[in-house]
């Protein structure tokens, strides 16, 4: 079995922090190309706007927990703030700028879905306005964090694209993957799995939807098949590393659940929805299901395949 | 209940519930996975084994867990030791293993075999310092270190050492000389603890190196811009704290109180250049109408301010009358109201005494007296 530099918590944070940036993306678009409006309730954009804030805080947390630092001298993370020949201190910004803007997101817009709030806390707060312009401060918020999401997806890639150190991981494909793959969890979680559960017909509405999620899911195994392909190519231990995935240890992993699961099934569920135009209630679920499950593997089979080079 | 008569029925819930719905799908897959991955792992036909090399090993926290089970018990290595009074030297704080090398697991470095319960089997094959025996190893994470440390204006030959190990033909200088127990709580990088100048000079000494080796400037990187023409012992002379500095050698003299004073109170650190080496450079004149950049013409370094100096003559050029006992007027006593244009007429500080009266209070003082004589001895005849 492979030893690896991370485990689990690395790779958990990773996934949340990938999702929680595609979830914002997702909710982003549909806000600013107006497709929010054209229903009456859109629970893309409720939930990936109030899912975002949360999942990046928690995947940044576990990431704390997993630095030897951060439970025993969390001050000693302060540090990292002004560094900045090292990647780790763009993230560290990156998240900083970010969480709290994806938390702004969630607050405003289930305020926007649900105007009682404003009211109830006028009662206790009567210097808080009647109404609040949420159009206009999504229409900021929107833009300025998704750009943030794009940064921390992609920082989730270069984390482990620096590491010199493991061949697998030391490639440009890596982030350009993390960046599909949190497009398309996001995707998966906001679209598929949310807009199925409350409001199926959503699915009619936005129909070229599929379409797009077709193109990302497609994107994802081919930047997945072009850094196995490559790693194998340059033999040594980025060969090992993809073999271990490829016909491995991790093998049925990788071929059952990220591939089949998580990749092929979907694909071929949204193919069927772009041309019905629509999917069923399981398939939707068991897509959405599949692309998020996907999502976790990639990023913990890279992990956890990591075999450094030897002298 | 069907599971569609379920969603349903969640509908109708309230639409922020959605939020938590998302999260708690997100927890399930993470779930899932957890559940999965050993399942997936148990299930695998084939079982390909990565290439056993050191840092596949190394990486294994997890794979040291003997070595804890003595090493962080003194009761353990003294119950296992030769000679107990000895085994105080191998116990290791057991926080220690949360120091970035101390993650990489023992036998990262060590070596041995950390799941062996008996001692012998545990230390076959025991490495006691990798940097002198695999010095290579080190380099595959640090492989790119600095010559120069700007941060603690050190000078280090790791470039040297570097070059050496990559060439196959290690020097006896190891990372351990100066890095010592890096996986044992001690950290020379993030200045939790340091390397004392001895262990650098007591090396040099031992290696013979050329005498200006055992010079500050063999280590020290001076930080001011007089560095390059002065050594750094030069100025300093003390080996304990870099205040303690001979001033002998200071370009311009340092009279009265400047030779008490820091370097940094007058100089910016870290040059010692850029003063014009004018008074005003550090302090603020008094008086804005009289005097320019050079207090010294008028006053002296080791005298009080309040006073003008003694060797200043062109004071008695300006006003005849500054002599006696006027030189031991504080400037303020007569310029109470500015340095320019002050009335020389005795009356200005002066009073006509009693014994005046009767029309002399038109004649100006100095008529009779001069400053440098007592009152009573200028009084003329009649």
Redesign the interface.
């Known amino acids: 079995?492979?030893?690896?530099?991370w485990g689990?918590l690395v790779a958990?944070y990773l996934?949340?922090g990938g999702?929680g940036a595609g979830?914002f993306l997702m909710a982003s678009v549909v806000e600013l190309s107006g497709m929010r409006y054209r229903i009456k309730?859109c629970?893309t954009a409720?939930?990936g706007a109030?899912?975002s804030g949360?999942?990046v805080l928690i995947g940044t947390v576990l990431l704390i927990l997993d630095l030897?630092?951060g439970?025993?001298e969390p001050w000693?993370i302060l540090w990292m703030f002004t560094n900045f020949q090292s990647v780790m201190t763009w993230g560290i910004w990156i998240l900083t700028l970010f969480i709290p803007l994806a938390f702004l997101y969630?607050i405003v817009e289930?305020m926007h879905?649900?105007p009682g709030i404003l009211s109830r806390l006028r009662k206790r707060l009567r210097f808080l306005p009647e109404t609040l312009p949420y159009r206009s401060i999504k229409r900021v918020v929107c833009p300025v964090g998704s750009v943030l999401a794009i940064a921390t997806a992609i920082y989730t890639g270069v984390l482990l694209s620096v590491v010199s150190?493991v061949p697998l991981w030391n490639t440009p494909v890596l982030p350009a993957l993390f960046l599909v793959s949190a497009v398309s969890t996001g995707m998966g979680?906001?679209f598929d799995?949310?807009a199925t559960?409350?409001?199926p017909e959503i699915h009619r509405r936005y129909n070229h939807m599929p379409l797009i999620h077709l193109i990302f899911i497609g994107l994802e195994i081919a930047l997945l098949a072009l850094l196995l392909i490559l790693a194998l190519n340059r033999g040594g231990?980025a060969a090992?590393?993809a073999?271990?995935i490829v016909?491995?240890?991790?093998?049925?992993?990788f071929w059952?659940?990220v591939v089949g699961f998580g990749m092929v099934y979907p694909f071929m569920v949204h193919v069927y929805a772009f041309a019905r135009k629509s999917h069923g209630?399981v398939s939707g679920i068991l897509s959405?299901?599949g692309i998020?499950?996907a999502g976790?593997?990639v990023r913990?089979l890279i992990v956890a395949a990591a075999?450094?080079?030897?002298? | 209940m069907s599971p569609k008569l379920m969603l349903r029925r969640m509908r109708e819930w309230p639409r922020w519930t959605i939020i938590p719905i998302g999260l708690l799908l997100a927890g399930f897959a993470i779930a899932l996975g957890l559940l999965l991955e050993p399942a997936g792992y148990a299930l695998s036909p084939v079982k390909v084994e990565p290439t056993p090399t050191m840092p596949a090993i190394a990486y294994s926290e997890g794979l040291s867990g003997s070595c804890h089970d003595c090493h962080f018990s003194l009761s353990a290595l003294e119950a296992s030791a030769a000679d107990p009074s000895t085994a105080g030297a191998y116990l290791i704080e057991a926080e220690s293993i949360a120091t970035p090398h101390g993650r990489l697991g023992c036998l990262a470095c060590h070596g041995g075999d950390g799941e062996a319960a008996a001692k012998e089997a545990a230390h076959e094959g025991l490495v006691p310092d990798m940097s002198a025996e695999k010095p290579e190893e080190c380099l595959i994470c640090h492989e790119d270190l600095p010559d120069e440390i700007p941060h603690d204006r050190l000078r280090v030959p790791h470039g040297e050492i570097i070059a050496h190990i990559e060439e196959g033909s290690p020097c006896d200088v190891h990372c351990s000389d100066c890095h010592g127990g890096v996986g044992h709580g001690f950290d020379p990088v993030s200045g939790e603890t340091f390397c004392s100048m001895t262990v650098c000079l007591d090396c040099h000494q031992e290696r013979n190196l050329a005498v200006q080796m055992a010079d500050c400037d063999a280590c020290h990187l001076g930080p001011h811009d007089v560095a390059t023409a002065l050594t750094c012992n030069d100025c300093h002379t003390s080996t304990e704290t870099w205040a303690e500095v001979d001033l002998r050698i200071h370009p311009v003299d340092l009279p009265g109180k400047h030779g008490e004073t820091a370097c940094f109170q007058c100089h910016q650190y870290p040059d010692f250049k850029g003063l014009n080496n004018v008074c005003t450079d550090c302090h603020v004149s008094g008086h804005t109408d009289w005097g320019d950049h050079d207090c010294a013409q008028c006053h002296d370094a080791g005298a009080t301010w309040d006073m003008v100096a003694q060797t200043w003559n062109e004071h008695a050029e300006h006003w005849d009358q500054y002599k006696g006992q006027h030189l031991k007027v504080a400037c303020r006593g007569c310029h109470f109201e500015g340095y320019t244009n002050l009335d020389p007429s005795c009356d200005t500080c002066h009073q006509l005494p009693d014994s005046h009266e009767g029309g002399r209070d038109a004649i100006d003082c100095v008529t009779c007296h001069q400053a440098d004589q007592p009152w009573d001895t200028s009084a003329p005849e009649g």
């Open positions: 079995m492979a030893e690896h530099y689990w958990i996934f949340l999702m979830a309730y629970p409720l939930v109030g899912v949360p999942l030897g630092a439970i025993k000693r969630g289930v879905v649900h150190a979680l906001t799995l949310a559960l409350a409001v231990e090992e590393s073999r271990l016909l491995g240890n991790r093998s049925v992993t059952v659940l209630y959405g299901v998020v499950i976790l593997f913990y075999i450094p080079v030897t002298v």
